[in-house]
């Protein structure tokens, strides 16, 4: 079992003091810049969302992509990272990296959907097997 209190990390084996670690690591002043916004830039930015990213809600990315003044894909059905599981978002990104000043096709989004099929390769990869609802 592992509990915190009074300033200790405590499990079975370890009682480990955070007052310790402070006095003895180098302990650097904020950052100013910690969670502030990106100044502007010249460099062309694209912000890609995915439906179910339980690391950061739609709301924080439009937020984000507002405050930024990007422009913001959102995909359905995508996850936190939208480029490794989308072949419409790497479309998208693909189509972007070769014009940056053209506004990229997205009607692959509506068409696409969740895929939860992997390819034979995927499945023998991660489970070792040949068929992936066995």
């Known amino acids: 079992m592992c509990a915190i209190g009074e300033g200790y990390l405590v ?7 955070f007052a310790a670690v402070r006095t003895t690591w180098d302990v650097y002043p ?5 969670q502030d916004w990106a100044l502007p830039s010249r460099t062309r930015l694209y912000m890609f969302h995915g439906e ?3 690391q950061t ?6 937020e984000s992509a507002r405050e930024l003044g990007v422009p913001l894909v959102e995909e359905p059905g995508g996850g936190h990272i939208v480029l490794f599981g989308s072949r419409c978002g790497r479309t998208i990104l693909t189509q972007v990296a070769g014009a940056p000043d053209v506004s990229p096709d997205t009607t692959c989004l509506t068409s696409e959907g969740r895929r939860f099929e992997l390819s034979e390769d995927e499945v023998r990869f991660w489970f070792g097997t040949s068929r992936q609802w066995d």
Do not use: C, I, W
């Not at 499990?11 to 003091?17: A, C, G, I």
């Not at 904020?30 to 910690?34: A, E, K, V």
């Not at 809600?57 to 439009?62: K, N």
């Open 52 to 54: 179910y990213d339980s």
């Open 57 to 62: 809600g739609l709301s924080g990315a439009r």
């Open 30 to 34: 904020r950052d100013p810049l910690l």
């Open 11 to 17: 499990d079975d084996e370890v009682r480990f003091s």
